[in-house]
């Protein structure tokens, strides 16, 4: 059986084991799937260990999505752009590195949600890693001008900078938001969650039949999709979907074989996440 595992900190609650082990009974694949949990100072012990013990391929979720990119030994263009691996791929020379998590949401915005991105004007609130992984993925897909604000304006500079696109990408101050107009994609790539929550954002931010998309899902996209609702935006999209999709596009990657996501979208909706 083929070993794999996601590596987080925390990561007991990471729903990548079940994904995975859906994907492998669906698909006929038979593969092992654990979650490792690492401190950010034991990342690179915990995946030596892991290859040492026959591991041919992982997720890295947070922290570790930055690290991960500088122990590999081959960068996918996608990961390259975004700085940061999401996909590991065991090679006979080291990792191979990948970033699935922003076509995994472009596909889960286009296709399950039925979204046209193209010429859509965009907001991306954060400049961490979540937004620095998903935004060429958006520019690629065809959005508009994107405007990137941010709690420290310092980061949404450089991630305006690294995204080498100043015709189309304007960093601008979070104070301001409420000066731009407003947005047919509004995303919401912040781990502000409850209790450390955003600053209170104007509900006309969101155009007539425009989206807001939480990156996250669960207890945690629940602030933002309210004032999402209140905002009357006409999709309100959190993250579960990008999730799933983004697992596919890692099992993909490892397996050969791309795995049908509707059913299991639908079994962790059903369950409550
Ligand atoms: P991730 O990989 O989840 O993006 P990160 O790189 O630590 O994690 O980035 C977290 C993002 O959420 C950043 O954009 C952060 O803003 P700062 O760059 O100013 O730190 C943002 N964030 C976190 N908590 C926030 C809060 N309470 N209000 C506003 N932004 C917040």
Redesign the pocket.
């Given at each position: 059986v083929q070993r794999y595992a996601v590596i987080g900190h925390p990561v007991a609650h990471s729903l990548s084991p079940r994904i995975h082990a859906a994907f492998g009974r669906q698909t006929g694949i038979a593969l092992e799937y654990t979650a490792i949990d690492a401190a950010p100072e034991d990342f690179d012990a915990a995946l030596a260990e892991f290859a040492a013990e026959g591991g041919v391929g992982a997720n890295v979720t947070?922290?570790h999505?930055?690290r991960a990119s500088q122990i590999c030994t081959y960068l996918s263009d996608a990961a390259q752009r975004a700085g940061?691996v999401n996909t590991l791929i065991r090679t006979a020379t080291g990792w191979q590195g990948d970033n699935t998590d922003g076509v995994g949401l472009v596909r889960d915005l286009t296709e399950r949600h039925g979204l046209d991105l193209r010429a859509r004007r965009t907001l991306l609130?954060?400049?961490?890693?979540?937004?620095?992984?998903i935004a060429p993925s958006l520019l690629d897909a065809g959005i508009g001008d994107l405007f990137i604000v941010?709690?420290?304006p310092e980061?949404?500079d450089a991630l305006a900078d690294a995204l080498a696109l100043p015709g189309r990408v304007h960093p601008r101050y979070?104070d301001d938001v409420g000066s731009l107009g407003n947005f047919d994609l509004v995303i919401n790539?912040?781990?502000?969650?409850r209790g450390?929550?955003?600053?209170s954002l104007p509900v006309n931010l969101v155009a007539p039949r425009g989206a807001a998309v939480d990156?996250s899902y669960g207890e945690a996209a629940v602030d933002f999709l309210a004032w999402a609702r209140s905002a009357r935006a006409h999709d309100c999209i959190d993250g579960l979907g990008m999730l799933v999709e983004q697992a596919a596009e890692s099992f993909h990657r490892w397996h050969k074989v791309r795995p049908e996501t509707d059913a299991v979208y639908a079994m962790l909706r059903d369950r409550g996440a």
């Open positions: 947070l922290p999505k930055a940061a609130i954060g400049a961490g890693g979540a937004a620095r992984g941010n709690r420290t980061r949404a979070l790539a912040t781990s502000a969650t450390a929550a955003l600053p990156l």
